[in-house]
């Protein structure tokens, strides 16, 4: 199959795409643990956050859950808790939730909730709370360092493999040459696919697939566009941006940060991950809100997408609309996004960006 | 004057003779609820609560003016509304329309990052008055026992894990730095232990009236009362005044069982008001009294007085300390502690009826609620969603609400 249609193939499918063989599968809820930890230790590390795409149409409803998810549960922790309740994930050793992720926490404790109420077998994968903290002081690090040891532990008994210092190493080698192959298809149209079909490949795997697509640059012309807001697995931003020009910043969490945000030395990367400003739960928020600002520097459109569960990214928008404007840099407000936006919205979304530039 | 009205009157003179330090100089504090209040009031820093701030703006019908503001503004609609309706009510600038004619500029804030919207709301708080910001961390105990209320009162090292504490103490050591430097006074470390011992004093003071209110044959005082015995004391806890007014309550408390005396004279179905106080309507919580015998006997803000605070100190008061803070939001809103404890509660209080306050937009609040409710169903208790807000009374539709518990009463009292 030519690499560009197996890569859309795992960005449809997601982790369905991931058959158990070999090394145990390690599932992953949130950004916040690097993908490198995990290989280090002798697993495969799959998202499970984000569902599949047919998910929208032909997901489980697992009463259990039904009776539990409030209407305002975020859609993630939602579709993530059906399919978990299905058995989805049944053949995983573990599933590692990040605290820093937005929907991780409650995820984590639905899940193990679920589980301690026998509303969901006992049987299936480890469940696993990874509480890394952004910041800076040397409380946290240590605090980081116990998590990690903490993580370590558990892997370890969840794979029968323990990590080492070579192993990460290597590890991260191969999460470089990931991030290489992706450096070589900047300006492609379809990088936001391409990149995030990564999160249920191996480093390598994707790499390899990255490296025989061919490059197809977006003309240099037109307006250069942000993209900020909160998790948004589908290309759907992308796709309302190209009516209006190119994305040379998307700050979204499934935008450019993954998986740069993930690298670094072996023996200094939980610090360096911890210190990534461009986190929505960096700590404090001025970190995040200068790192916002500054990515979108040489923008000419921001486009602002919060979804219709949002706690978060709505706080900032109107300091940032009013520092956008005192630059002389349009700002597009969409309305709240739910979780799989209809024709309507996207009609919409686009009569928002024309009136912003109007 | 009861207690109630005692304890209100007491903090609507402190706020105003704080706007009189403040306005010769004195700096003050404006904090979140889940934050270490005990560093401020014993470095005799007046501090004034985010919560307890908002429930006063809300009380004062003034919430939906902020609202409309807020949206306006450019905030949209569905953000979080109990922490952020002081905030609007300063960027809206008008403080002659605030309560008592608003609060100064503080000179530190401090919050925990215990949800999303409080390290943010706190951060445009900073940007507005210039005030620093000390955010405390909030990692999760990642594998809770249920019996929180059982394992954290003395067994608090093992239960909330010696990492989070060596974190949390690390982060209120920097607090008292900073709070050292703005006052220039040193923190006492031997003087702390006593007052520490002292507002272990009012909790189990309040532990106590906890339990007489769960015992007495009728329920002597209703949950409109309780609320301003409990939480101002709690605001100045440790305090004179605090302590002299749990002990007056509890006299007072002690006094009315002895009399007889019901809140509810027809009492026939106890209740609990689950979620935080319908602050623009505190009426509501005496509407079924008269018609079905129905009074709320219980809300979380006396019994978690005691299970929420009560911390023995180990001889190291500010770990203990630590360990009352660092999950202290998350009791009251998490599976599983807050549906195992809702369910202790409504045993120990006998409750026949609960109201579930669900605030769809105060999401940190509102996670966990279905767990309750299936617990409390499966413990016999019938459960009443309330979906509102609890400071935000734009939705509220109170005949609506009256109309859907009437009639769960109704059928209630068929059945008996």
């Known amino acids: ?358 | 004057m009861t207690m109630a009205a005692a304890a209100t009157s007491y903090q609507r003179d402190w706020i105003k003779g704080l706007r009189a330090e403040i306005t010769q100089g004195a700096p003050f504090a404006f904090v979140n609820a889940d934050t270490p209040h005990e560093i401020f009031h014993f470095m005799d820093v007046p501090m004034v609560t985010n919560q307890w701030w908002s429930a006063v703006i809300a009380a004062k019908q003034q919430a939906p003016f902020y609202f409309d503001w807020m949206e306006d503004a450019g905030f949209h609609r569905h953000l979080p509304k109990y922490s952020s309706l002081p905030l609007m009510a300063l960027l809206e600038g008008d403080a002659a329309r605030q309560p008592w004619g608003g609060l100064p500029a503080p000179a530190l804030l401090c919050a925990r990052a215990s949800s999303d919207e409080h390290a943010r709301i706190f951060q445009l708080w900073s940007d507005e008055t210039g005030a620093p910001l000390h955010l405390l961390s909030a990692p999760a105990v990642p594998d809770p026992a249920p019996d929180w209320w059982v394992q954290a009162r003395s067994k608090w090292e093992d239960f909330y894990g010696t990492a989070r504490l060596d974190l949390m103490v690390a982060e209120i050591e920097e607090l008292i730095g900073a709070v050292e430097k703005m006052t220039g006074r040193t923190f006492d470390r031997d003087a702390f232990a006593a007052y520490m011992d002292r507002i272990d004093r009012q909790e189990k003071i309040l532990d106590e009236v906890s339990q007489m209110i769960a015992e007495a044959p009728k329920v002597p005082v209703g949950i409109g009362e309780q609320m301003p015995n409990v939480m101002i004391p709690q605001w100045h806890r440790g305090s004179d005044w605090a302590l002299q007014h749990v002990e007056a309550f509890r006299d007072e408390v002690a006094q009315r069982i002895r009399d007889g005396h019901a809140a509810c004279p027809n009492e026939r179905i106890r209740m609990m008001w689950i979620g935080a106080g319908l602050w623009f309507d505190t009426s509501f919580y005496k509407a079924f009294e008269e018609s079905h015998g129905a009074t709320f006997a219980w809300s979380m803000y006396l019994p978690f007085a005691a299970d929420g605070y009560i911390r023995e100190d180990h001889g190291d008061p500010l770990r203990a300390l630590a360990a009352r803070v660092s999950a202290m939001n998350e009791q009251l809103h998490q599976p599983p502690w807050v549906n195992a404890w809702m369910v202790e509660q409504a045993k120990r209080y006998r409750i026949d009826v609960a109201l579930l306050l669900i605030p769809e937009h105060d999401r940190f609040s509102g996670y966990g609620s279905l767990f309750v409710k299936q617990a409390l169903e499966a413990a016999g208790v019938t459960v009443i969603e309330v979906w509102s807000d609890m400071v935000d009374p734009r939705d509220w539709d109170r005949e609506a609400v009256v109309a859907q518990v009437t009639e769960a009463l109704d059928k209630l009292e068929e059945r008996t």
């Open chain 1, 1 to 358: 199959m030519p690499a560009m249609e197996e890569l859309m193939r795992v960005f449809r499918d997601r982790a369905d795409h991931v058959t158990p063989s070999g090394a145990p599968l390690v599932g992953t809820f949130g950004d916040g643990l690097p993908e490198a930890l995990i290989r280090a230790a002798g697993a495969r590390a799959v998202e499970v956050k984000a569902p599949p795409l047919a998910d929208a149409a032909s997901g489980p409803q697992v009463a259990a859950v039904t009776r539990v998810a409030e209407g305002f549960l975020d859609d993630f922790t939602a579709r993530f808790l059906h399919r978990f309740a299905a058995g989805a994930f049944d053949s995983y050793a573990m599933i590692v939730f990040a605290r820093d992720d937005v929907a991780g926490l409650t995820a984590y404790q639905y899940a193990t909730e679920l589980r301690r109420l026998g509303h969901v077998p006992p049987t299936g994968p480890r469940l696993h709370l990874w509480n890394l903290l952004h910041g800076q002081s040397e409380a946290i690090a240590r605090f980081n360092a116990t998590e990690a040891e903490r993580l370590d532990a558990a892997l370890t008994e969840a794979t029968d493999a323990a990590l080492s210092p070579d192993t990460l190493t290597e590890a991260l080698s191969r999460e470089a040459a990931r991030a290489q192959a992706l450096t070589r298809l900047e300006g492609h149209p379809d990088l936001f696919t391409l990149r995030n079909a990564g999160r249920w490949l191996e480093a390598e795997a994707h790499a390899a697939l990255l490296d025989t697509v061919e490059t197809v640059e977006e003309p240099q012309t037109g307006l250069r566009i942000g993209l900020i807001g909160t998790a948004c697995d589908l290309p759907l931003l992308h796709d309302l941006a190209r009516h209006f020009g190119r994305v040379t910043a998307d700050l979204t969490p499934y935008g450019d940060p993954w998986p740069g945000q993930h690298l670094g030395q072996s023996e200094t990367l939980l610090r360096d991950v911890a210190e990534v400003p461009l986190h929505i739960r960096a700590n404090p928020p001025r970190r995040y809100g200068e790192a916002l600002r500054a990515g979108l520097a040489s923008c000419d459109l921001v486009i602002a997408s919060p979804d219709h569960n949002d706690d978060s990214f709505g706080w900032d928008l109107p300091t940032l609309a009013r520092d956008l404007a005192g630059q002389g840099t349009r700002f597009a407000r969409l309305p709240l996004r739910p979780f799989r936006p209809d024709a309507a919205w996207i009609d919409t979304a686009h009569s928002r960006i024309e009136e912003a530039l109007a």
